[in-house]
């Protein structure tokens, strides 16, 4: 991951400052030129003029220390568009991602394309959060204290401790044996929660220190959203952010950052923190040898105090807004001082502590962050926020969230950040950038729509019945079903039928599965990753899904040649987010649906349809069940937002499309 370490070398702050470039014997017209670098190089190379006209934005971006928006649709090779100017740009550049998964294909996938034919030495590296990583300290610990508990642990622990001794990078990913189940990596990890940094014994030879010596020492630093966003949000705090000072950074994926930015801007308290910190107090009290009967019985009390406490939100089902805090405090307030008055008596245990080990300190520090996030939550007096309670199986979250992510992004990263290149295959609505630029807060930037690389008028067709009802109407799903079959069997399978909701794909499933003579697959059936690789193998498969198979999945070929939707992606009106964003929106005097629920479907819409073309030899029909695209005046925003395909309402011109 990067260049070597010098000997001894540790981790602290440093100041950036303009890097000699790695390659810079060529020009990027050099390089994407239809005869350039690229096409000698690359065994399946196709000339886009997209991409060069993509990589020439980033560069003057870069140069101009200006913000850019790019919207660049599959096959337009936006990657290597940033990645290269990147490169030669000479800056230390932070690039993020929406998943580990594309993460770690840019560094080991195009790092080493490129690495091989710029014939100069690239100083890359890639940062995940904390958890990902090995705590050395607690590996050794765990050799001589008893932490692990029963034989699987056992067992897992050995496949760790033999991999700690070869590994450089110490990340959890390099072990393709360690179920990811496994128990004992949460007793190793490396999280905030128990380090003792520059204290611990093993500070310089700390995967994390490595880590961030690799960052201090690249050009660009490759890390993802999650990370970034926690970052930047820790960013004013000492020794809180880990990512090194950088001159610009490139958001892939950009559609999503709204939402990560909501949740580390935001706060959360759960119960499953309190159980955790109980249990990791009581593990370095075991392990350092301070526990007591006394420090059992605060441990025990603090459990029962956050039982009762959270037995007070049962009535609560999924994502619930919650502005009763005042009457909450008047009707509990005893049991909410109990779990203050318990996470107080165990910060202060472990302070009277005599000889306290390090471990100690991170400790009663997360006693006081829990303390005060509850207060903050209990509060509820910030009209910033949006106060939400969800239970998911038996955890239950107590959640505060930004209404509006603009103002904080305008502050902490555009205003912060010299060059800021968000891209996606879907930012822009009905031709524009307005809707994103209004929601992150980018006053000013320039834009980019890249030319589409793919003939989608002769590939892709799209369908939208005409004689189904309303998705609202109650006789909706059985339409929608006989319709789903008839499509199904021109299509020969080969099909993801995705649905805004669990319950409609589940009725649906219900309804089709058993009609069609093909393999059925069902999210939730089994990890996605998983269902993802039986549809692949399967031939004719048809996948039934929702949302998280909307984005980042690719099935180039004919195994995938038909995409159905149920209906158009309207976010839930009543979840607690999009509803008090709604509810701002009309407070100012705007149209939160056209400001707001339009553009956001318009994106998700454009996210699902994304899944079918995924190279030139693809060709597909694209179904829509939900006619009000060509029924409703807003249909023409979704219609203007997506690729130039060819357009019908006749299930014979499916028909004839699939028998060619």
């Not at 000072?245 to 580390?264: M, S």
């Not at 004689?467 to 499509?487: K, M, N, Q, T």
Request: include cysteine; aromatic fraction near 10%.
């Amino acid at each position: 991951m990067g260049a070597a370490l010098p000997p001894g070398s540790v981790a602290g702050p440093t100041r950036y400052t303009d890097r000699v470039p790695a390659a810079g014997q060529f020009t990027l017209r050099q390089f994407f030129a239809p005869s350039g670098l690229l096409s000698r190089c690359h065994p399946s190379y196709e000339h886009r003029s997209g991409q060069l006209e993509m990589a020439e934005a980033v560069e003057a971006a870069l140069n101009d220390r200006r913000h850019l928006v790019v919207e660049a649709g599959t096959g337009t090779g936006k990657t290597l568009a940033y990645l290269v100017p990147a490169i030669l740009s000479g800056k230390r550049i932070v690039i993020s991602t929406g998943t580990k998964n594309l993460q770690e294909q840019l560094f080991f996938k195009d790092v080493p394309f490129l690495q091989r034919h710029l014939g100069a030495e690239l100083k890359v590296c890639y940062m995940k959060g904390r958890g990902n990583y090995a705590c050395r300290q607690k590996i050794y610990d765990a050799q001589k204290e008893p932490v692990l508990e029963g034989l699987e642990e056992v067992a897992d622990f050995e496949i760790i401790r033999e991999w700690e001794k070869t590994t450089q990078s110490g990340d959890r990913a390099e072990i393709r044996t360690l179920p990811e189940s496994a128990t004992a990596w949460a007793k190793l990890d490396a999280r905030r929660e128990l380090c003792s940094g520059e204290k611990c014994p093993q500070f310089e030879r700390c995967f994390i220190t490595r880590m961030r010596q690799r960052a201090l020492e690249s050009d660009i630093v490759i890390v993802n959203h999650h990370l970034f966003f926690a970052d930047l949000a820790v960013k004013d705090q000492e020794y809180g952010a880990i990512i090194p000072e950088y001159a610009a950074v490139v958001l892939d994926e950009a559609h999503e950052i709204e939402d990560v930015a909501g949740q580390y801007f935001g706060l959360s308290v759960s119960n499953y923190q309190i159980e955790e910190l109980r249990r990791d107090i009581s593990a370095v009290a075991q392990r350092k040898g301070f526990g007591s009967r006394e420090l059992d019985q605060i441990l025990t009390a603090a459990g029962e105090a956050a039982m009762r406490f959270f037995a007070l939100f049962e009535e609560f089902e999924g994502r619930s807004g919650f502005r009763d805090q005042a009457g909450l405090l008047e009707r509990h307030g005893e049991e909410y001082s109990g779990l203050q008055h318990a996470l107080d008596l165990m910060a202060s245990h472990l302070q009277l502590v005599e000889q306290a080990p390090e471990e100690a300190i991170p400790l009663v520090s997360r006693c006081a962050a829990v303390s005060d996030a509850l207060k903050t939550w209990m509060a509820g007096n910030d009209r910033r926020l949006v106060y939400w309670v969800e239970r998911r199986g038996r955890g239950t979250f107590l959640q505060a969230t930004p209404i509006d992510v603009s103002p904080i992004l305008s502050e902490k990263l555009f205003n912060a950040v010299p060059t800021v290149v968000l891209t996606s295959a879907t930012l822009a609505v009905g031709g524009n950038f307005d809707y994103v630029k209004s929601r992150l807060g980018l006053s000013s930037a320039r834009t980019l729509i890249v030319p589409p690389h793919f003939d989608y008028p002769k590939q892709a067709l799209l369908y939208v019945p005409q004689h189904l009802p309303d998705p609202r109407h109650p006789g909706f799903v059985r339409a929608a079903s006989e319709e789903i079959l008839r499509i199904l069997k021109a299509s020969r399978g080969r099909a993801f039928v995705l649905f805004t909701s669990y319950q409609q794909m589940r009725a649906v499933h219900d309804r089709v599965s058993f009609q069609i003579d093909y393999p059925a697959l069902l999210q939730g059936t089994g990890p996605r990753t998983a269902l993802l690789e039986e549809f692949r193998s399967t031939p004719h498969a048809v996948l039934f899904a929702t949302a998280s198979f909307w984005q980042g999945v690719d099935v180039p070929g004919e195994q995938l040649s038909c995409v159905i939707i149920d209906k158009l992606p309207f976010a839930v009106p009543n979840d607690p987010v999009v509803e008090a964003r709604i509810r701002a929106i009309h407070e100012e005097g705007g149209n939160a649906f056209y400001e707001y629920q339009i553009p956001q479907a318009a994106l998700a819409l454009k996210q699902g349809f994304g899944r079918l073309i995924r190279s030139r030899l693809d060709r597909g029909v694209l179904a829509l069940l939900d006619n009000r695209i060509s029924k409703q005046r807003y249909g023409r925003v979704f219609f203007e937002s997506l690729p130039d395909y060819g357009f019908t309402t006749s299930l014979s011109e499916v028909e004839s499309f699939f028998d060619v």
